[in-house]
């Protein structure tokens, strides 16, 4: 699978749009990009995955470039509990039978 | 619906001794997981199962047995736990390879 690399920390302030960035230049064709993310102390989230088109859902937006070497996690309108370390992972879709493999992500601060 | 539950939820071992980490899910996943998460770090996969009687090896596997003799309970097992085992543990669960379930976690302690 990919290697993905993702900021180490960002800062949002509460009510506005958090854009969390992932790099992976080496994505290939059948690679689909996925997000999840950890809230202190708990088990991870999923939030959303996609393979070439944007994907919305309640949660949040995935914008895949067009090249796909990268993209962009939004959360519309960040809240305090959207503090947590959010995880960009790439990996070969269904049918492949690869885990999931978790970076160290990006940890973001949701400020009042 | 409970979802991905662990038990126990907190456990202290002495080195030497053994013990297991019951995972269960009630949502009729066929993939099953189990990670550890050390401090400042990233999840690391251990042991995974793609269907009942099945078990394969992770990225970090040494020191670590796993059985799934049902389709809903996945089970890890430290036959001598060592303090490097020290670590919080997370099962998931998925439909196939789609989105992963995660459990609450198990946090160990070896002494």
């Known amino acids: 699978d990919a290697k993905t690399t993702q900021p180490t920390s960002m800062d949002c302030a509460e009510g506005r749009a958090a854009n969390l960035p992932c790099n992976h230049s080496t994505i290939s064709g059948n690679e689909y990009v996925y997000w999840y993310r950890q809230i202190h102390s708990q088990g991870p989230q999923y939030i959303i995955h996609?393979?070439?088109n944007n994907e919305t859902n309640e949660m949040a937006s995935l914008i895949i470039t067009e090249d796909r070497k990268s993209s962009t996690l939004i959360l519309p309108h960040a809240t305090l509990r959207d503090t947590a370390v959010y995880y960009c992972i790439v990996r070969v879709g269904p049918p492949g039978n690869t885990p999931l493999v978790f970076g160290k992500g990006t940890r973001l601060s949701v400020i009042a | 619906n409970a979802g991905v539950t662990q038990t126990p939820k907190f456990r202290v071992l002495k080195t030497g001794q053994s013990m297991t980490l019951l995972c269960a899910q009630d949502?009729?996943?066929?993939?099953m997981y189990w990670y550890r998460q050390d401090p400042g770090m990233g999840l690391r996969l251990i042991h995974y199962s793609v269907g009942e009687g099945t078990t394969a090896k992770g990225e970090v596997p040494d020191g670590y047995n796993v059985s799934r003799l049902k389709k809903q309970n996945f089970l890890l097992g430290l036959e001598s736990a060592a303090p490097s085992q020290t670590s919080v543990y997370f099962c998931a669960s998925s439909y196939w390879e789609y989105e992963q379930y995660f459990g609450p976690g198990t946090r160990l302690t070896v002494t």
């Open positions: 949502m009729n996943h066929e993939y």
């Open positions: 996609g393979l070439k």
